[in-house]
Each structure stands twice: as C-alpha cells, then as structure tokens.
C-alpha cells in the first residue's frame, strides 16, 4: 500500500515553544491530508482537514492559530504547535488519501504518529 | 449525524479462541465502514474495508467483517488469536453524503491475548 511519512516520531519540548511535525505522502499525491489527536487510551478526534494550496478546515473547539497546518505541496503537509503549553501534549497522527480518490475506492494511509510531549 | 459505536472497550480471548470486536453504526444512507489497528505508539493500519460490495470482507491477518444492514453492525471478527493480535482496534466510517471523506473514529477495543 501507499506509504504516509510522519516526522518525528518522539519530540520533547519546552512549554511555549513551537513544534512543527510533517506529514508526507511518499509514493501518491495527496490534495487532501487529515490530522488527528489521539489521548491516552481514547480515540482519534479529527482536528483539521487540510487541503493543497488552501486554508486547512478546522473541526469545532479547535485553535486554528494554535494549531497551524499548511499544505504547500501535494505530497507535504505540516501541523505547527504555536506556544505549547502541558496540555498540548499528546499523540498526533496525519492521513492522506490519493490525489482525487474517490470515497471508499481508496482508503487513508496514515503516519506513524508523533508524540509531543511539552515540559 | 453518523457514528460509530464500539462495545467493549477491552477484551481479553486466550491464544487460539475467537476474537469477536463489536461495531455498530449510525447511519441514514449506505455507509462505508473499516476496522484499523493500531499497535503502540504506531499510525494506523487499515485491516479491512467494506464499500458496498460483498457484505462479507476478508482482511490482513486472517481477520474478516460482516456488514449487516439489519443490525446495523459490522463486527470483526478472527477464527483463532494470535499473541500478536493485541493491539488496540478502531471501527471507522465514512458517511458519502457529508461530502468531507472524513473518517470517524469509535473509540477503540484494546485486544489482550492470553498466553
């Protein structure tokens, strides 16, 4: 199947500073990526859908300027953590379709996963 | 609004017995359902998919689904656990209509296999 790269994997930071994760399709085109949190032992909430070349979508009760995503190529997008503070911390995880996929003709390939721990 | 609704959020079957992950959905127009696994500060991997075809799917790793409309369930299911097979599973669905192809997320089975 198609592969989704998430880098890092691990990173440990200092409350209020940035973090910046990228999510990267690495064999298919991917004009839309997805990226979720995932708490411990809880399910994975959808926070923004982001689009290429457009602003990303953000889910409800989600900060956009906390949470910056940006799409600038078809196979590349990044989750920005602004400011980061304790509570940000947690697993966060990017999916991506194939460029023009249809919905269930394709599935999502999803990243390893980051773990963003803030102290 | 669609969703999906996992009972059991652990389960415990000895090496060799029946696994049996129950999914229900929530939905007023055919959805498209998928069961994902999740190992250990790992991504996702897709185990199986149902898209409105057979109402039986097969997946990875000897593990199969049955969409019923009647119940309105799509429970995995596997003839015989691995140790390997604990790992945390997710119900998914995909509701068309939305038009946003996101996937929603049940809230997990953690599989525990007993030696």
């Known amino acids: 199947g198609a592969v989704v790269s998430q880098h890092p994997s691990r990173v440990i930071c200092k409350s209020g500073t940035s973090v910046k994760i990228e999510c990267r399709s690495l064999d298919f085109q991917a004009t839309t990526m997805f990226w979720y949190r995932q708490f411990p032992k809880q399910s994975l909430m959808l926070m923004a859908t982001s689009n290429e070349g457009s602003k990303a979508t953000y889910e409800q009760g989600v900060e956009k300027d906390k949470f910056l995503i940006n799409h600038a190529s078809l196979t590349l997008s990044t989750l920005t953590v602004t400011s980061a503070h304790p509570e940000d911390s947690s697993f966060y995880i990017c999916?991506?379709?194939?460029?023009?996929?249809?919905?269930?003709?394709?599935?999502?390939?999803f990243g390893q996963g980051t773990r963003l721990t803030v102290v | 609004a669609q969703s999906v609704t996992q009972l059991g959020s652990h389960v415990s079957v000895s090496e060799g017995a029946l696994v049996l992950l129950r999914c229900n959905y929530s939905?007023?127009?055919?959805?498209?359902l998928f069961w994902y696994v999740q190992y250990p500060n790992q991504g996702l991997q897709l185990l199986l998919k149902?898209?409105?075809?057979?109402?039986l799917v097969k997946g990875i790793n000897g593990f199969e689904a049955e969409f019923k409309k009647s119940e309105t369930s799509f429970h995995l299911t596997k003839p015989s656990a691995h140790m390997s097979d604990a790992a945390e599973y997710f119900c998914a669905v995909i509701i068309d209509q939305t038009g946003a192809n996101n996937l929603f997320f049940g809230t997990g089975t953690r599989l525990t296999v007993i030696p």
């Open positions: 939905s007023s127009v055919p959805p498209y």
């Open positions: 149902y898209t409105s075809a057979a109402t």
């Open positions: 999916s991506a379709r194939d460029h023009g996929g249809r919905v269930g003709r394709t599935e999502a390939f």
